[in-house]
């Protein structure tokens, strides 16, 4: 089975505060910040819904991705959004 990478961005809100996060395992990492699992940033905000997220096939792809997202300005993270996730539902439940 080929290993996949997910850059995903999570927020506590529909336009809430943003976190942009990497990881081989998506759903592991949505029930980690789901149930308060990692400390830091996402815990402390309360940011447990994925509103958007995108894959990679290796980590040197996916690393890059997220921190340039994460220096992007919220407007042009919130336009990525829009275009995968219009109405800011939490992706979460349509993982597989």
Not at 59 to 70: S, V
Request: aromatic fraction near 14%; glycine fraction near 6%; charged fraction near 30%.
């Amino acid at each position: 089975m080929e290993k996949r990478f997910f850059v995903y961005i999570i927020t506590n809100k529909p336009y809430g505060t943003l976190y942009t996060g990497m990881t081989e395992n998506l759903l592991r990492r949505m029930f980690e910040h789901k149930n308060g699992l990692i400390e830091g940033f996402s815990k402390e905000h309360g940011l447990t819904m994925l509103v958007y997220y995108e894959s990679c096939s290796t980590h040197d792809e996916a690393f890059p991705r997220e921190r340039r997202i994460k220096k992007w300005r919220r407007n042009w993270k919130k336009q990525l959004i829009e275009k995968m996730n219009p109405p800011w539902n939490d992706l979460s439940d349509y993982i597989i």
